[in-house]
């Protein structure tokens, strides 16, 4: 049995190297990409059991993403092989050193095609992530995620969301429209500014004070706990308890994407662990700080043995 469950799409990456426009010949890196098995991945490596949940095609893709999820220690038992679509795919331009640009090859592929019968039984478990991409890629996805956290609210799991609001395939008031209804049944919100603003049906891109509203509506709802993620600014977790703020750490971020789902994972692990609030905000801070260290979008996350390096004075560690 595992503690933990993932649903969501994985894609295969394509990525180029950091601050390279890519052109023909370019050197290309190839690997995966996909916030929930990236949250799966940066559980695993902190120790914690967890299974994934999804569609791949029948293909080199599809079975490079199974092989490598199960060879980070991911169950893996729980991703459908379909026969009838390719495993989606993302190119990753990483255009100057600090602009980035995507392109999704993923309509109608693998991971759009899951459905609710794809949700195992959940009982068992004890905590349940899903993010807002998944209902963005096809009315059955989105099915599968109401499925899923309905499931899981049953079965008495924690219930986490992460917005993952992407502009590339739908609007933040789309989102916000569309994720707002599973609420009553999530007990953990993770969020850019605009994100939370957006899930909190508020006008986006609004100031401080704002987003505060839109933290306080959202746990007037069930969430308990709402973590913002401020990315270099650093990460704030509001609930009941009150707010508990923490600068990011100090490093040399080479590659900004995945932060977010590694820190997401450094907060899920303490939670697993049943540490208070504040372990858990540290916990993802550092988590966080280990991806945006190392190129790739899960290739730097943490393992639990390597905790606290970040936060030493010395750089050679010998
Ligand atoms: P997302 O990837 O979901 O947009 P963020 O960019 O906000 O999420 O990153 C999540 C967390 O990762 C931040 O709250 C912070 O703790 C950490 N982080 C992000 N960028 C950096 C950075 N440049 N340096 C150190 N830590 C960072
Ligand atoms: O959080 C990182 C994700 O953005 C990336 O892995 C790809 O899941 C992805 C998406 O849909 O953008």
């Known amino acids: 049995a595992v503690d ?51 569609r791949v095609g029948d293909d080199f893709v599809g079975r490079m993403v199974v092989e490598t999820l199960r060879g980070e220690g991911v169950d893996v038992s729980g991703v ?21 640009t995507v392109l999704y090859y993923r309509d109608g592929a693998a991971g759009s095609r899951l459905q609710p019968g794809d949700v195992p039984d959940l009982s068992g478990a004890r905590l349940l992530h899903v993010t807002g991409i998944t209902p ?8 599968t995620v109401e499925t899923a956290v309905r499931a899981a609210r049953a079965a008495g799991l924690v219930v986490s969301l992460d917005v993952n609001h992407r502009a590339l395939l739908w609007s933040a008031q789309e989102a916000g429209a569309a994720l707002a209804p599973l609420l009553d049944a999530v007990d953990l919100v993770f969020g850019g500014d605009d994100e939370l603003l957006a899930l909190a049906r ?66 899920l692990s303490g939670l697993l662990d049943g540490v208070d609030p504040a372990a858990c905000l540290d916990r993802a801070v550092e988590c966080g700080a280990f991806a945006v260290s190392v190129h790739g979008d899960w290739e730097g996350a943490a393992r639990r043995s390597e905790l606290g390096l970040l936060a030493r004075a010395e750089r050679v560690h010998r």
């Open 136 to 143: 963005a890629l096809s009315a059955s996805a989105m099915r």
């Open 80 to 100: 459908v092989v379909d026969e009838a679509a390719p495993t989606a795919l993302m190119v990753r331009q990483h255009r100057t050193a600090d602009a980035l």
């Open 4 to 54: 933990a469950i993932t649903l969501g799409e994985s894609l295969g990456l394509v990525m180029g190297e950091p601050a390279t426009p890519l052109r023909a010949g370019s050197s290309v890196r190839f690997s995966f990409a996909g916030a929930e098995s990236n949250v799966a991945i940066g559980l695993a490596r902190l120790g914690h059991a967890v299974g994934f949940v999804s």
């Open 202 to 267: 508020r006008d986006i891109g609004g100031d401080v004070g704002d987003v505060h509203a839109a933290v306080d509506d959202l746990l007037r709802q069930r969430p308990s706990v709402v973590v913002r993620k401020r990315g270099a600014d650093g990460a704030s977790v509001h609930g009941a308890f009150g707010v508990i703020e923490r600068p990011a750490l100090a490093v040399t971020a080479v590659d900004p994407v995945g932060a977010g789902d590694a820190f997401v994972a450094g907060f």
